[in-house]
């Protein structure tokens, strides 16, 4: 058996596939297919780590192929690769497909080897994960309660999603970047949803900000007004969850928003990231605070002062 993590490439061209199993063959164990049929077939006889999809193939798209592992092996992560900016497409690669990231064509070989090796640090998980929870849950000091933070500059936005969740979460709300700032630092933040830019600012830095220091935090992105370059940042760089497009569908948000909370949890079930939590509480008085952190790393995108 194999030592090397198992990469699985899908794509319809034959050139293609080829061209990526040289570029990565060296350092993984490398599958490719070229159909959504193919790749769900070595999907069922292997242990594949990371599945990096094309979006436009004859029969079942990469949205739909991301979509049936996501469900069947969740624990593969999950890459769109695609040379097509389509709007529909980009929102169920995060809502269907919840890929990691997207890739655009012609690929980056540097960019592209970066993405798949930080896919394969994602998905690896300690041994001795089970022990460390049981660790982790008998620290009095610490409550794995998570709240739902909203972050929008418009009253009436922000209070329809306090309104709709506050039976459900404890709810705090943000009309600021500040604002959001502070509540990060001091609460235990399970979701975050914001719209995609407060103040006039894009949210992307202080989402990429959020995901390096606390990664369990789950990100649900609104906007009225989307756009592909806008959710493709949201992807790959806010690390965005879920997607929804103003007014919102109440049915279909509050499902977005209780899937979010639960991947939240799921993400705790990682010690590594529930050691990191506690962690921030202890170092809250430290000599650099996690907000003094975001301000000097936002200081050049907007005035937190």
């Not at 695609?82 to 497409?89: E, K, N, Q, R």
């Amino acid at each position: 058996m194999s030592a090397k993590p198992a990469v699985l490439f899908v794509d319809d061209e034959e050139r293609i596939v080829k061209l990526l199993k040289i570029m990565f063959r060296n350092t993984y164990d490398v599958y490719t297919a070229q159909s959504g049929q193919d790749a769900l077939a070595i999907l069922e006889t292997r242990e594949i780590k990371v599945i990096v999809s094309d979006q436009r193939m004859p029969n079942m798209t990469g949205i739909e192929l991301l979509s049936q592992v996501r469900e069947r092996w969740p624990d593969t992560v999950r890459i769109l690769l695609t040379g097509y900016s389509d709007l529909v497409a980009i929102i169920g690669a995060v809502n269907e497909g919840e890929v990691f990231r997207f890739v655009s064509k012609p690929w980056d070989q540097n960019e592209l080897r970066a993405i798949v090796a930080e896919a394969i640090e994602t998905q690896q998980k300690p041994e001795e994960v089970e022990t460390e929870i049981c660790e982790v849950d008998t620290d009095p000091q610490f409550s794995i309660a998570s709240k739902l933070l909203t972050i929008d500059g418009v009253h009436a936005d922000r209070q329809e999603v306090v309104e709709m969740f506050t039976k459900d979460y404890h709810v705090h709300s943000a009309a600021t970047i500040r604002e959001a700032l502070e509540i990060i630092q001091q609460e235990q933040i399970g979701v975050i949803v914001t719209n995609t830019e407060v103040e006039g600012i894009d949210v992307s830095e202080m989402l990429a900000r959020v995901s390096e220091i606390d990664p369990a935090i789950t990100v649900v992105a609104l906007t009225s007004n989307p756009d592909s370059d806008m959710i493709i940042k949201l992807i790959n760089r806010g690390r965005i969850y879920r997607f929804a497009i103003k007014p919102l569908s109440p049915n279909v948000f509050r499902l977005a928003v209780n899937t979010a909370m639960r991947e939240h949890h799921r993400r705790l079930a990682d010690p590594r990231l529930m050691r990191n939590r506690i962690q921030r509480k202890a170092g809250e008085d430290g000599d650099v605070s996690i907000f003094e952190d975001f301000v000097n790393s936002l200081s050049r995108f907007t005035v937190v002062n």
